[in-house]
């Protein structure tokens, strides 16, 4: 089971730190990243970080600005996000994968109920 949170209203330009705390399981040996929907959108990719930790994936899009990080001790993974603009606002889901990273976007075994981020101009 996953638990997302950490999200809320900002400003653009301000920063969120977004949380996913996996309970019940360990999720050590999984892949875990962050998707989000804007409204009327559909779900998107964000990033994705391996289990050790070593190697991370993002979008194109949002790369320098996005930076994604793990604690296995803690069982949880982060998602800072800086420079926030109006149109990062969307329902930000993680999920867990057993598959390889590469894997991750097509194949996701768990999901966290989703934390909303708004970011106003």
């Known amino acids: 089971q996953l638990q997302a949170s950490g999200g809320g209203l900002v400003q653009a330009g301000g920063s969120l730190r977004l949380s996913c705390v996996a309970s019940?399981?360990?999720?050590?040996?999984?892949?875990v990243g962050w998707f989000r929907q804007a409204p009327g959108k559909e779900r998107d990719f964000v990033t994705a970080?391996?289990?050790?930790?070593?190697?991370?994936y993002y979008a194109d899009s949002l790369k320098g600005r996005f930076t994604i990080s793990r604690d296995n001790a803690k069982n949880t993974v982060y998602l800072q996000m800086n420079s926030l603009k109006p149109g990062d606002t969307a329902v930000y889901y993680c999920?867990?994968?057993?598959?390889?990273?590469?894997?991750?976007?097509?194949?996701?075994?768990?999901w966290g109920q989703g934390t909303l981020v708004t970011v106003s101009s």
């Open positions: 999920a867990a994968s057993s598959g390889t990273l590469l894997h991750f976007i097509s194949s996701q075994d768990y």
């Open positions: 019940g399981r360990t999720f050590s040996n999984y892949a």
């Open positions: 970080i391996s289990w050790r930790g070593d190697s991370t």
